[in-house]
């Protein structure tokens, strides 16, 4: 525990009420422990929620997400379909 106490510096988290929340996230909890802690929400995850939020206020853009994430869906659980997609590059180049 000393050793945590002079070493770990930040928390960095997504930002979901469980990890950076006031009254009982993690990083409160952390806190509690090591009082000189630097909380802070990552930046990557920021950036989607913004991102989110512009697409969602411009509007018409649900169904290019739906179909983003259906061809996500698509390949991601089959090891044949990503191969078949990577494959595909060389396939119409020699078409």
Not at 68 to 95: F, G, N, V
Request: proline share 3%.
């Amino acid at each position: 525990m000393e050793l945590l106490q002079e070493m770990l510096i930040g928390f960095c988290s997504d930002g979901a009420n469980v990890m950076l929340g006031v009254k009982s996230g993690v990083g409160k909890l952390l806190q509690g422990d090591f009082p000189n802690i630097i909380l802070w929400h990552c930046l990557n995850h920021r950036l989607e929620l913004a991102v989110a939020q512009a697409l969602e206020a411009t509007g018409g853009t649900k169904d290019f997400q739906a179909f983003l994430d259906a061809l996500y869906t698509l390949y991601s659980q089959s090891p044949k379909s990503m191969r078949e997609l990577s494959e595909w590059p060389t396939i119409s180049k020699s078409h």
